[in-house]
Antibody, heavy 124, light 105 residues
Framework: QVQLKESGPGLVQPSQTLSLTCTVSGFSLTSYSVHWVRQHSGKSLEWMGRMWSDGDTSYNSAFTSRLSISRDTSKSQVFLKMNSLQTEDTGTYYC??????????????????WGPGTMVTVSS | DTVLTQSPALAVSPGERVTISCRASESVSTGMHWYQQKPGQQPKLLIYGASNLESGVPARFSGSGSGTDFTLTIDPVEADDTATYFCQQSWNDFTFGSGTKLEIK
């Protein structure tokens, strides 16, 4: 069955780089795009970026200068790297699988499976 | 960015009908989707494309709307529906609403 699971350090010092891994199973990264979404404690969800199934990437403009998403298809893993972390980056980070849906000639995307999330605290 | 506005909280009794609204700052056509998130869990997809029920989701959940105004309806509400409900648009990149916390009295 489809599964995604995030992993990462848990605690990162301010100004350092965050590295997270999303390991997927039950589907191929060359067939589905995977996104990163974060959530500040008890608050709304924020889209960060996407690894397209063809290997291309796209990012939320709020993160473009410090965010990088990559993948290793042989290991079924998608990676997130974000530098210059600040306390405001504390939160839960999710990876999610994207589904493409066509209606009336337009393409829409939504997230059908999510990982359980990994909590990241930015603190010295 | 397309801003999605949701009312912050609702409280209803079991068996009642509840509607949760989401208003977009610009038209998103039918590119609106709904998720349920329980404490300590990841979001779960309920509705995609404004009105399509995700497989495995109870028929008590339904969605409607297009353009800027959307509604998620739960009828009848059950105690297990206690959660925060988020709308998400995919017309202009991806943004989420601030969430509506549903309490079952």
């Amino acid at each position: 069955q489809v599964q995604l699971k995030e992993s990462g350090p848990g605690l990162v010092q301010p100004s350092q780089t965050l590295s997270l891994t999303c390991t997927v199973s039950g589907f191929s990264l060359t067939s589905y795009s995977v996104h990163w979404v974060r959530q500040h404690s008890g608050k709304s969800l924020e889209w960060m970026g996407r690894m397209w199934s063809d290997g291309d990437t796209s990012y939320n403009s709020a993160f473009t200068s410090r965010l990088s998403i990559s993948r290793d298809t042989s290991k079924s893993q998608v990676f997130l790297k974000m530098n210059s972390l600040q306390t405001e980056d504390t939160g839960t980070y999710y990876c999610a699988r994207e589904v493409l849906y066509y209606y009336d000639g337009y393409a829409y995307w939504y997230f059908d499976f999510w990982g359980p999330g990994t909590m990241v605290t930015v603190s010295s | 960015d397309t801003v999605l506005t949701q009312s912050p909280a609702l409280a209803v009794s079991p068996g009642e009908r509840v509607t949760i609204s989401c208003r977009a700052s610009e038209s998103v056509s039918t590119g609106m989707h709904w998720y349920q998130q329980k404490p300590g869990q990841q979001p779960k997809l309920l509705i995609y494309g404004a009105s399509n029920l995700e497989s495995g989701v109870p028929a008590r959940f339904s969605g409607s709307g297009s353009g800027t105004d959307f509604t998620l309806t739960i009828d009848p509400v059950e105690a297990d529906d206690t959660a925060t409900y988020f709308c998400q648009q995919s017309w202009n990149d991806f943004t989420f609403g601030s969430g509506t916390k549903l309490e079952i009295k």
